[in-house]
């Protein structure tokens, strides 16, 4: 367990920092950490059921993750809030329908034509 609250550590340093880059790094530990705890269940389980240190340490760990998962929920939603709002300024200040993704001009007219009154 030792591994795993060392890496849990680093990922809520990695968090605080927003350094998105090192949590993708740590992931294929975490990944086997995990696997390796699942392989492990019924032993883990029966050690905790009979130390009470066991517990208060898996309680603390339970703490950790909980609270990284809520840091990266909230990194989440502030992601999509900033791309929704650059979204919205590209729509509203761009030139938004006129080119296409691959910035070649679009097919289709987006604006329509003025008329001009020319009578003086």
């Known amino acids: 367990m030792t591994e795993l609250e060392r890496l849990l550590e680093r990922e809520a340093m990695a968090l605080s920092r927003g350094a998105m880059s090192e949590i993708a790094q740590e992931l294929p530990q975490k990944e086997r950490l995990v696997a390796e705890l699942d392989r ?4 883990i389980a029966a050690q905790i059921a009979s130390k009470p240190r066991l517990q208060k340490r898996v309680a603390k760990i339970r703490g950790m993750v909980e609270a990284n998962g809520a840091q990266i929920a909230h990194l989440r939603r502030v992601v999509v809030e900033i791309v ?28 329509q034509m003025q008329r001009v009154n020319r009578e003086v």
Do not use: F, I, P
Not at 40 to 43: A, I, K, V, Y
């Open 84 to 111: 929704e709002d650059m979204r919205g300024a590209q729509n509203r200040h761009g030139l938004s329908g006129l080119y296409a993704n691959d910035g070649k001009r679009s097919a289709t007219d987006v604006t």
């Open 40 to 43: 492990r269940s019924d032993e």
